[in-house]
C-alpha cells in the first residue's frame, strides 16, 4: 500500500545510546517532516527536508540529526539519547509546498528513554 | 509568529448526539489553509477537514463541518451524529500558503459514550 511507513515502531533506550529512526515513503513526495508529539504540547515539528539531499532546522532540533540521501527516505537520528527525548515521533510526506493537500503521516514511533 | 489555540483538553458526547470543538489561530499572512485532524487510539494520523482562508463557504464532509470566522480567527468543528469510532484526539492545524510546516494546537480528547 502507498504511504509512509515508520520503523521501528517501539524502542527502549538507555541514556547515551544511540538510534536511527527510519521514514520511507513511495508517492515520490518532495517534502518530508519529522515531528514529535508530547501529551499537552501537542506536535511540534524537529527537522524538514524539501528535497533529496537538503534538510532543515525546525521548532525542536536540539540532540537530533536527520539525512535525506535518497528521496524515498528520510532519517532521524538520536546521537545521544536523553530522558527528554521520551515522545512519539511521527514522519510526515507532502507533495506541495503549501500543503493544501495536507499531509500524510507515518503511523509513528514510541521511545522511551530511560 | 502564528499560534492555535485549542482550549478545551477534554470532551465528551453522547451518541447520536452533536459536539463542537473549538480553535482559535493567529497568523499574519492573508493566505492559509486550516486543518483538523483526528488521531484515534491506533495513533494514526486522519485528515478529517480541509478550510481555505480564502473560500467563505464552510467546508463540509458528512457529519463534520467547520465554523469558520476569518475576522475572529476562529475555525471550529462540528460532529454530527456522533459515533463511538470518533472517539479520538482532534487536533487543529494552521498552514500557511508558502510555507513548509503546520502550526498544531494542542489537542482536545474526545469520547463518544454510548
Known amino acids: 500500500n502507498a504511504g509512509v511507513t515508520q520503523t521501528p515502531k517501539f524502542r527502549v533506550l538507555k541514556t547515551g545510546q544511540s538510534m536511527t529512526l527510519l521514514c520511507a515513503q513511495d508517492?515520490?513526495?518532495?517534502?518530508m517532516y519529522w515531528y514529535r508529539q508530547d501529551p499537552g504540547m501537542g506536535l511540534r515539528l524537529i527537522h524538514y527536508?524539501?528535497?533529496?539531499?537538503?534538510?532543515a532546522k525546525g521548532e525542536v532540533p536540539d540532540g537530533y540529526n536527520v539525512s535525506r540521501l535518497k528521496k524515498q527516505n528520510f532519517l532521524l537520528g538520536l546521537e545521544s539519547a536523553a530522558p527528554s527525548q521520551t515522545s512519539v515521533y511521527f514522519c510526515?510526506?507532502?507533495?506541495?509546498?503549501?500543503?493544501?493537500?495536507?499531509?500524510?503521516f507515518g503511523s509513528g514511533t514510541r521511545l522511551t528513554v530511560v | 509568529a502564528q499560534t492555535v489555540t485549542q482550549s478545551q483538553p477534554e470532551m465528551s458526547v453522547q451518541e447520536a448526539e452533536t459536539v463542537t470543538l473549538s480553535c482559535t489561530y493567529d497568523?499574519?499572512?492573508?493566505?492559509?489553509?486550516l486543518f483538523w485532524y483526528k488521531q484515534p487510539p491506533s495513533r494514526q494520523m486522519i485528515l478529517v477537514i480541509r478550510?481555505?482562508?480564502?473560500?467563505?463557504q464552510n467546508a463540509t464532509e458528512n457529519r463534520f463541518s467547520v465554523n469558520f470566522q476569518k475576522a475572529a480567527k476562529s475555525f471550529s468543528l462540528k460532529i454530527s451524529d456522533s459515533q463511538l469510532g470518533d472517539t479520538a484526539m482532534y487536533f487543529c492545524?494552521?498552514?500557511?500558503?508558502?510555507?513548509?510546516?503546520?502550526?498544531f494546537g494542542t489537542g482536545t480528547r474526545l469520547k463518544v459514550l454510548a
Open positions: 492545524a494552521l498552514s500557511d500558503s508558502g510555507t513548509y510546516k503546520y502550526i
Open positions: 527536508s524539501v528535497g533529496e539531499g537538503t534538510t
Open positions: 497568523t499574519s499572512e492573508n493566505n492559509y489553509y
Open positions: 510526515a510526506s507532502s507533495y506541495l509546498i503549501d500543503l493544501r493537500d495536507g499531509y500524510t
Open positions: 478550510q481555505e482562508a480564502y473560500k467563505q
Open positions: 508517492m515520490n513526495h518532495e517534502y
